[in-house]
């Protein structure tokens, strides 16, 4: 290995102060003032995309039905920590006790399904869902 190949630290170290030095002087341009409240517009859309191609989407009767609502379980005091898998488990039960009582169908049931699809990864609902099947679940519904 030649010595010529090999970059000393110290020389590193060097070139940075340099430019330190050049922006000081003015020969290099620093990075422009951010202005705070400011928004770069949004890019044009793009007629390549499918999601703006009209051809590629069925017919909707109004412009509300292309809206999605995307909700999680609202706050829950039982639950006060980041951590929500205890709640997660909580909702899961609540969904299977509610509708034991009321039957598969019931409305007032799907709200608890609802919180908890938004909150459980799907491995565990599939998991917990097979415990039911087999009937080793760990908890009594």
Known sequence: MSTSSVVDPQDKMRAKDVNKVKVARGELAPRPAHEPGTVSRAPPPSQSHPSNNNNNREHKDSKDD?????????????????????????????????????????????????????MCPLEWIQRWNEQRKQEIFPSPI
């Open 66 to 118: 292309d809206k999605i609502k995307l909700e999680t379980a609202p706050i829950d005091a039982r639950f006060p920590l980041m951590n929500q898998t205890r709640h997660c488990y909580t909702r899961y039960l609540e969904y299977h006790k509610c509708i034991q009582k009321k039957g598969k169908h019931a409305p007032e049931c799907e709200k608890f399904a609802d919180y908890y699809r938004s």
